[in-house]
């Protein structure tokens, strides 16, 4: 056989194998893709649990059964919602940090855990790396309300008493470190006054005493005041928000009333462990935002004072937003100087 018969003969074993190669490739990545697809709809096959890093009954509870409930529905299979309260919810991240990434065990977090990753000096997770964002679940304004005996009628009568009076206008929180105090804080920051902050072991004990006089103010979650507001118990200045809130479009915002970009709004969200299957975390958003969407989680929230999330409530809009979050924290807990351990 001559060469050039040779080199034919090699051309033509090349090219089949290189087509056989390129065959083969072709039907493993098919496969894979059915396999991949295949996936989503077998999720959930069994009962997920969602942990909630506070006591039962709170805004982050309530959220999570809200939700947790039309996701059962939607799914056909059980969302158990588990209270690990303990460490300002730091109890709970740990958990599901910890757990297998198969999507059955998830984490409802919420604005504190933003919070927390500069106010606590040593955490055995990173919010960062130890978790994928799957979807928000609901936002929630904060109010800032007074005594109504305070000669006080708005939010600039507010600055002019605190800078008249620095550091003997009080202020309350649920507790230090939580997004009402947070809120007070960078308030402080970005209007130059002194005010002094009272801790309190939750929301409850210091709205009490904003109620009888022993505190002045408070940059309370609006749900938890509202009704206070309207029997004339307390007297709201503001809302935190960038716009009015759909249920009380009657109190301005303190962006209107002279402190641009002034914007805290509490959130919760659903996280899962990272490594969990992208198919995974792509059926848990779809299946989130389409409850957020029922018209039994809108009356839900509407009743409750808490809004929906802005569409498209995606993966990357969400992990985006909680990195902000982060960074916004940092830099008023730095100014503050906060810490709680």
């Not at 033509?12 to 098919?30: E, P």
């Not at 009076?165 to 809120?183: D, E, F, Q, R, Y």
Request: with cysteine; glycine share 8%.
């Amino acid at each position: 056989m001559n060469h050039a018969a040779i080199d034919n003969l090699l051309g033509d074993l090349i090219l089949n194998k290189m087509t056989l190669l390129a065959s083969f490739g072709a039907v493993c990545m098919t496969l894979a893709a059915t396999s991949a697809h295949s996936q989503v709809p077998t999720y959930p096959d069994r009962p997920v649990t969602l942990i909630v890093g506070y006591a039962p009954g709170g805004a982050t509870d309530r959220v999570a059964r809200m939700v947790g409930k039309v996701l059962a529905d939607q799914t056909k299979q059980t969302f158990i919602v588990e209270n690990k309260a303990g460490a300002n919810s730091n109890v709970g991240a740990e958990m599901v940090a910890r757990a297998k990434p198969d999507g059955y065990t998830l984490y409802v977090g919420s604005i504190a855990n933003t919070i927390n990753h500069s106010l606590y000096n040593k955490l055995n997770f990173d919010l960062n790396k130890d978790f994928k964002q799957v979807a928000l679940l609901a936002l929630v304004p904060n109010m800032l309300v007074v005594n109504p005996n305070l000669p006080i009628n708005s939010v600039k009568q507010y600055i002019a008493y605190a800078k008249a009076n620095p550091g003997k206008l009080t202020c309350a929180s649920s507790g230090s470190g939580s997004s009402i105090h947070l809120s007070c804080e960078l308030f402080k920051i970005d209007t130059g006054t002194n005010i002094l902050h009272i801790p309190y072991k939750g929301s409850g004990p210091a709205v009490a005493d904003l109620l009888g006089g022993q505190v002045d103010s408070m940059f309370d979650n609006l749900p938890s005041s509202i009704g206070q507001v309207r029997a004339g118990k307390l007297r709201a200045l503001g809302v935190t928000t960038a716009t009015r809130v759909p249920f009380a479009p009657e109190i301005p915002t303190l962006i209107e009333q002279g402190i641009p970009g002034f914007a805290v709004t509490s959130w919760f969200g659903v996280m899962a462990p990272a490594g969990t299957p992208q198919v995974i975390l792509d059926k848990l958003n779809l299946e989130i935002n389409k409850a957020l969407n029922t018209t039994e989680v809108k009356a839900s929230y509407f009743a409750a004072g808490f809004i929906s999330p802005p569409a498209p409530n995606s993966q990357r809009q969400y992990g985006d937003f909680v990195t902000s979050e982060i960074d916004r924290w940092n830099k008023v807990i730095a100014a503050g100087n906060i810490k709680v351990d």
